[in-house]
């Protein structure tokens, strides 16, 4: 896997400007635009000079739709600069969201199952176009075509949002097309199979147009992130987009997945603390450079999302604040790019149709906040982690969470079964595989258990016993969800109970507030951990992910780490970090010759709409150790180059980080 050349410290240049708009780019100076990004460490941009969001392009053609403002050609005037200059550039198109073909074919417009157009609403809303319409074929292709014949040097074609908005599209040609496939639309799973087939097309056609040109043009899709989504062979590259601001767990998870793919990759901030193109607003640059240096510790490669004023003049204060950022990231980006992460503990996604919003449920997959909440446990356990999909290489991991799977295919029992077998630890939380017949013959033959019902409630207690309780108040915790129920056969250990509601209440009667207090122990196991083979395994009736996604209680996060640990062997914890924090995020990249810890620290202000950063405290003295495959020759932290004291002990490495402030690499170099 290699970054792409000069990505590592990247502009993403919005210019939707809407038609109403009656002076486009009259101050535009291409010699200003790139100075100012060279004084700023950047050495690449996706402008958004093909076709923005409105609709319009912004360079002179007999094809596209040029912005009726326009008064300089933007395109024409910026690349000798910036090729001049040494910065790369990508070019922005625009299919899904395009307001002004939408205004002009409203019968293009995606929608909504009640029959609500997405149309521009006069200006205030974004028109969105169906990818079924005669828009792909009789405008965008076209436009795309003559785009890239005019300007077959650009390093890359960046399509924006190349997705379905939730609850669309029902518009008539996507009826036509399900009918003519034999699907019903309104069906989950064959609503899901035309979008995806949609989306699919599109993007092989687009990709195709592209190419044809020039071979060389980078070829990538905004949207396609999730899992499964992110495997599309049309894609060159993945962009993931960062923002904190949005919430704080969505880079930090599903760039774990990314980095796994073996495709070139980067992630996309914004300088806005709220969200992209909200003038008048600047991010705190402890945000901004926090933001940085996950993304760094994760996928290497930083993009910065800008948006340039109308009249085409760059606001200094912008490049002011990314200049500083990006000096933080060029000291350290050599330690990052083109880094792999070290395989320990994975999380086993379903394959996605949207994983925000609803759409699990409609679709019927993993639910986001599963994938999310076991994210959240790992990170803020102090865990390295990664999140693969199910074609994946399992026998590298030393431990697989199953983390209340819903969708996984039935092919990967005996996968599972041979990563068990040979020494692997699995943990599987949640009811949902166990009413999958294939799924549960399997659970129960390796964790020694058999499966008599799901739970008529919808919520139980759990209360760890043993180790799996340790650090964890002995009170039997309530959990949403209504919980598989087994019985114990031999060779199973019971390493938690449940408990049923007082009175057998069910959750959905109010007792006080919610619902009853934990009442008599119940027959039933919470948890039950056996050996398989060389391998060991632990079920869990508890849907752990989704409450701690919800409600974020440490006790859930505790016995889940507890039971890892109760799993692994000492000399297969690959790497402890002791920060005592749930702010600390770990991250163990492989460069070359070299294991580079990252150490990120995340704390958020108090807010009432979206995340916000404004300082992080320094911490001190943090103990890590590191069970490598052999002694490194040295150890450093970067980028100060200073040598902490470190020893070998028993195939073990023990230090301790004196200091973190936002981000710290401790590089261990080795021979091999």
Known sequence: MKTP????????????????????????????????????????????????????????SKHAPIHPGLKKD????????????????????????????????????????????????????WGWVCFNSPFVEKQFFPQLKDFVHQFPDIAGVYLDMVTYPEDTCFCGYCRKKAAKLGLNIYKPSDYAKLREMTLEHFMAEARKIVKEVNPDIGFTANCRWYVGGARSPSLDSIELEAPVSWNSYHYAVMSRYIRTLGIPHNAQTTRFPKNWGYFGSLNNEVQLTYECAAILATLGSCCIGDHLPANGKPDQAVYDLI?????????????????????????????????RGAMADVFGHQKPEALYGAGLVLLEGNRHFDVIDDMAELAKYKLIWLAENVTLHDNLVEKLDHFVSNGGKLLVTGKGLWENAVWRSFLERISKVRWTGTGDLNGEFIKPIGAAGTNVPMSPMFVQGRFPHWEVQDGGEIIAEVHRPYEEIDPSFRYGHFHAPAGEKAAYPGAVMAKYDAGKVIVCAASLAEDYFRIGSRHVRQMV?????????????????????????????????????????????????????????VRYSIPIVLRPPAKPKRVYLAPSMEEPNWKWENGTVKCTVPELHIHQMVVFDFDW
């Open 5 to 60: 050349k000069n990505v590592n410290r990247k502009i993403h240049l919005d210019f939707h400007t809407p038609y109403w708009v009656k002076a486009v780019g009259q101050h535009f100076d291409a010699e200003e635009l790139v100075s100012t990004w060279k004084k700023a460490h950047v050495n690449a941009a996706t402008v958004v000079f093909g076709l923005c969001a409105c609709g319009n392009a912004y360079y002179e």
């Open 74 to 125: 933007l395109l024409r005037l910026l690349l000798p600069v910036a090729k001049r200059e040494g910065i790369t550039i990508y070019v922005h198109f625009g299919p899904g969201i395009n307001d002004r073909s939408v205004i002009e074919h409203p019968e293009w417009a995606m929608v909504t199952r009640n029959g609500k157009r997405l149309d521009t609403n006069e200006g205030k809303e």
């Open 323 to 355: 200049g500083k950022v990006y000096a933080f990231v060029k000291e350290r980006e050599d330690w990052a790019l083109d880094a792999v992460s070290v395989p320990y503990i994975a999380i086993l996604a379903d394959r996605q149709q949207m994983v």
């Open 561 to 617: 780490l507890n039971m890892m640990d109760g799993l692994l062997e000492e000399q297969e914890k690959i790497v402890e970090v002791h920060a005592c924090s749930p702010a600390v995020e770990v991250s163990l990249m492989q460069k070359s010759r070299a294991w580079i810890l990252h150490l990120t620290q995340f704390s958020a202000k108090r807010h009432t709409g979206n995340t916000v950063v404004e300082e992080i405290p």
